[in-house]
């Protein structure tokens, strides 16, 4: 997995983007592929077990399309959605 990165962008506890590629700093993407813990051996990851998620925000200048209520809603269905899917693989654990 440690070859298919290229570059990645950390976003900090505040609010500062940090971005890590060989091109700007070797030693700095080194130590930022080994604190997502992708220098392991690729066969070793469980994929029951070892996630990322990424997730890539894009600012725009369109007007908001959600109301408040619409977000929270919005919010509530992906939380159930991953509640679900741990509860799923976690059987899967469980009763192979």
């Known amino acids: 997995m440690p070859d298919q990165l290229c570059s990645m962008k950390i976003v900090t506890s ?29 066969n070793s990851l469980d994929p029951n077990r070892d996630q990322i998620c990424i997730k890539n925000w894009v600012r725009t200048d369109e007007p908001v399309s959600f109301t408040q209520l619409q977000l929270e809603q ?4 992906q939380r159930q959605g991953a509640i679900q899917q741990y509860e799923f693989r976690h059987g899967l654990i469980q009763n192979p």
Do not use: H
Not at 74 to 77: D, N
């Open 14 to 42: 505040s609010g500062e983007v940090c971005e890590f590629s060989e091109e700007i700093s070797k030693s700095e993407f080194s130590a930022a592929k080994l604190s997502l813990g992708l220098l392991d051996d690729p």
């Open 74 to 77: 919005s919010r509530k269905s």
